[in-house]
């Protein structure tokens, strides 16, 4: 929900072609009818009962395709659609990334971070499928940068450049396929006291554009001072090439910032004035955000607040609002959204539901195929 | 505020919580209203007191400088650091505003900026300091009880026993606005401002508690997290998993020898809270034991540290017994983390939410 296919997503067959008998000899047998008679593959980290966790690929309709373990909690997936693969990340302050092939050419590869940085849980491929990029912190200096990883050379690390802000999360790649996104939280955090935030009385949040062929800054965008502990975290494109962005509120809980807003190159950022009931459905967090540019709409979910809304792009008007316990992961799907959630439901856009009494997911879906 | 109804029982680290309860929790708004006039509401008030007889102890030390003096600041610290120390797991309501929190005690300062801007002030002689109201918009780390930490025990600070000077007048500058905030949050708790008043009444109409679950999960939530501070941030942050990883001038005030007392005082909140909550009583009477196994392992933890005499904290880490003694504490609070985070939490049908922790 990410980095948006530009190209029409890889159809089921040629999906179902490249992922070959390797793939669906893994599946049991109903699982693998069940992928022959999916539109579309969505990948999703989850944990199990036994607290284990992985990666599960699920059907449109919300059946368990595969399930590929990780050594630890993941996070978001980047998807690579050229070379049919995808990028699984740990979540934040993990050490390791996972890329594992839709076809299950070879095994899956752990990519280990640099000394001295972590991953944040999120990062994008190139349009081309040669780079990775993934969002890392410098621990010593508590700054954000974007790690480089070569993909054609075993996701050798090849270099890194600023963020510009301090704790980046999410990233995407803009639709010229040069600019990237990234979304600098603004809240620092070190290894050493956990996930604890250590400055939330001076955190300052940003939203930049670099250039990933250069690594130069190209726009950096920032929230009046007044609204400098809203920590912007979650992006996607919407059809005019627009960033959706999402946030968390770190100030006191009964204040209402607005949590969502747009922005691009060469415009100020904007901030989406929802009606009060709504935004105060969301207890001041945005979980996860994405676009359906096909559909002229954004979602954006509050695992907190158990709800997710649907606005419409153009508008910015709030078309629907929907109760749903711990909501968080949400991909484009048809002309509306599937979405999960950390109870293990799924709930695809056809309606009814599923939930795998095994399973909880986790903050992202990612449609891969 | 992210305990949620238990759908199944996953091997999760508890890290937040909230609820999603149709039907409420027996008792969890009467719990919630015990914690707040039982607990909350007087430990602000002993933070108040303290703070106000920290206030006039440096004053009377700036007014007359003796090592008589300036031991009596130093003991009026320790009582106002433990005053604190008892309440500071409280991190959401009238603390939350305006940077109280960070403004009472800014740590950790893992790279020593609030420290460097600290002895900046006291070389510069930086008037602008001196006035409580314009200390209380500088940096969030120069005008807590970090900074009169430094103030009183720090390099330097011996010279008040005879001399008051600039550092004095900066040591009672902090203590009046840690007095002012701190009288602040007691008026807020007792007369139930805003957030401290809605964890009260929750309802479909309350911004922040649609009902007795969430209100519940907030209390549980205090625990949890608090039980993750102790353990991530308060001990792991000098405690190595070796002797070799040890850090001990990144413990929290080892300048005043007070890094134990704080973890005593973190502890006997937990306790205090459970027992203001009377949690016992709102339980089936063959489930109480969660309860009391929770108690059970924190009075252990209390018995242990009480153990350990040696400070300042490098020399209790070169003191194998003692530091044993901290490595056993940490445990304890790994599984207080799993008999409150999980078991007890369960026991009121929340559980912890996954996909709705801080920051992700």
């Given at each position: 929900m990410r980095h948006r296919p530009r190209a029409p997503l890889v159809d089921r067959r040629a999906?179902?072609?490249?992922?070959?008998?390797?793939?669906?000899?893994?599946?049991a047998p109903g699982a693998a009818r069940a992928m022959l008679a999916t539109d579309a593959v969505f990948a999703t980290a989850y944990a199990d009962r036994q607290g284990r966790y992985g990666i599960a690929l699920l059907s449109e309709t919300g059946r368990l395709l595969h399930a590929l373990p990780l050594p630890d909690r993941g996070h978001d997936i980047a998807f690579d659609r050229t070379f049919g693969r995808s990028a699984a990340f740990a979540r934040r302050p993990g050490t390791f990334a996972l890329v594992f092939d839709h076809a299950g050419r070879g095994e899956p590869l752990a990519i280990a971070a640099a000394p001295g940085r972590h991953f944040f849980g999120h990062g994008v491929f190139s349009p081309d499928g040669r780079l990775l990029y993934a969002t890392e912190n410098d621990v010593d200096a508590a700054a954000g940068r974007i790690g480089v990883y070569d993909a054609t050379d075993g996701f050798a690390r090849i270099g890194e450049f600023p963020t510009h802000g301090?704790?980046?999360?999410?990233?995407?790649?803009?639709?010229?396929?040069?600019?990237?996104?990234?979304?600098?939280?603004?809240?620092?955090?070190?290894?050493?006291?956990?996930?604890?935030?250590?400055?939330?009385?001076?955190?300052?949040?940003?939203?930049?554009?670099?250039?990933?062929?250069?690594g130069a800054l190209v726009e950096r965008h920032e929230l009046s001072p007044d609204l400098h502990k809203l920590s912007i975290r979650h992006m996607d494109l919407d059809a005019r090439g627009r960033v959706w962005f999402g946030c968390q509120y770190e100030g006191p809980a009964l204040d209402r910032p607005p949590l969502v807003g747009t922005v691009r190159p060469g415009e100020a950022m904007a901030l989406l004035d929802m009606p009060p009931d709504i935004l105060s459905g969301l207890r001041n967090y945005i979980g996860s955000v994405a676009a359906n540019p096909a559909a002229g709409t954004v979602a954006v979910s509050s695992p907190q607040g158990n709800r997710m809304a649907v606005i419409d792009a153009t508008t910015g008007t709030v078309l629907a609002v929907r109760s749903l316990t711990e909501v968080c992961g949400l991909a484009a799907d048809r002309d509306g959204f599937l979405a999960t959630t950390g109870e293990g439901r799924i709930v695809p856009v056809s309606g009814g539901e599923a939930t795998l009494p095994d399973h909880v997911w986790d903050n992202h879906i990612l449609r891969i195929g | 505020?992210?305990?949620?109804?238990?759908?199944?029982?996953?091997?999760?680290?508890?890290?937040?919580?909230?609820?999603?309860?149709?039907?409420?929790?027996?008792?969890?708004?009467?719990?919630?209203?015990?914690?707040?006039?039982?607990?909350?509401?007087?430990?602000?008030?002993?933070?108040?007191?303290?703070?106000?007889?920290?206030?006039?102890?440096?004053?009377?030390?700036?007014?007359?400088?003796?090592?008589?003096?300036?031991?009596?600041?130093?003991?009026?610290?320790?009582?106002?650091?433990?005053?604190?120390?008892?309440?500071?797991?409280?991190?959401?309501?009238?603390?939350?505003?305006?940077?109280?929190?960070?403004?009472?005690?800014?740590?950790?300062?893992?790279?020593?900026?609030?420290?460097?801007?600290?002895?900046?002030?006291?070389a510069e002689e930086n008037a602008a300091a001196l006035d409580v109201a314009a200390l209380a918009s500088k940096s969030v780390a120069v005008q807590g009880l970090g900074a009169l930490e430094f103030a009183l025990f720090g390099t330097g600070a011996d010279d008040m026993t005879r001399l008051a000077g600039y550092r004095c007048a900066y040591a009672a500058a902090i203590a009046a606005n840690v007095e002012t905030i701190a009288e602040a949050l007691e008026t807020a708790w007792s007369a139930?401002?805003?957030?401290?008043?809605?964890?009260?009444?929750?309802?479909?109409?309350?911004?922040?508690?649609?009902?007795?679950?969430?209100?519940?999960?907030?209390?549980?939530?205090?625990m949890i997290h608090g039980l993750e501070l102790v353990r991530d941030v308060r001990i792991n942050g000098f405690l190595g998993a070796a002797a070799s990883g040890d850090r001990p001038r990144q413990a929290l005030l080892w300048r005043s020898g007070q890094t134990v007392a704080t973890l005593r005082g973190n502890l006997a909140s937990i306790e205090g809270l459970l027992e203001a909550a009377d949690m016992e009583a709102h339980l089936p009477e063959d489930r109480r034991w969660v309860v009391r196994s929770a108690l059970f392992e924190l009075a252990n933890a209390q018995r242990a540290l009480a153990g350990i005499e040696v400070e300042p904290v490098e020399d209790l880490l070169a003191d194998p017994e003692s530091r044993a003694t901290l490595e056993y504490v940490r445990l304890?609070?790994?599984?207080?983390?799993?008999?409150?985070?999980?078991?007890?939490?369960?026991?009121?049908?929340?559980?912890a939410g996954f996909s709705s922790l801080d920051g992700d």
């Open positions: 999906f179902l072609k490249a992922a070959g008998s390797v793939f669906l000899a893994g599946l301090m704790d980046p999360h999410e990233l995407l790649l803009m639709s010229d396929g040069r600019t990237i996104a990234v979304a600098n939280g603004g809240i620092e955090t070190h290894p050493d006291y956990g996930r604890a935030k250590l400055n939330l009385a001076t955190m300052k949040p940003s939203l930049a554009f670099l250039d990933r062929e250069t | 505020m992210f305990l949620r109804r238990l759908l199944f029982v996953a091997c999760l680290v508890p890290v937040s919580c909230a609820s999603a309860m149709s039907a409420e929790p027996p008792g969890a708004t009467a719990m919630v209203q015990g914690v707040i006039e039982r607990y909350v509401a007087p430990a602000y008030g002993t933070f108040a007191l303290t703070s106000r007889e920290l206030g006039d102890a440096v004053d009377a030390l700036c007014a007359e400088p003796s090592p008589q003096r300036l031991a009596g600041a130093r003991a009026a610290f320790a009582e106002t650091v433990d005053a604190w120390s008892r309440v500071e797991l409280v991190r959401f309501g009238p603390v939350t505003d305006g940077n109280r929190l960070e403004r009472v005690l800014y740590w950790p300062d893992r790279r020593s900026t609030g420290l460097k801007q600290v002895q900046s002030l006291l139930g401002e805003g957030a401290a008043g809605l964890w009260a009444a929750p309802g479909p109409d309350n911004p922040l508690y649609r009902d007795g679950g969430e209100a519940l999960g907030e209390l549980l939530d205090i304890v609070t790994a599984s207080l983390s799993d008999v409150i985070g999980r078991q007890l939490s369960g026991e009121f049908g929340l559980t």
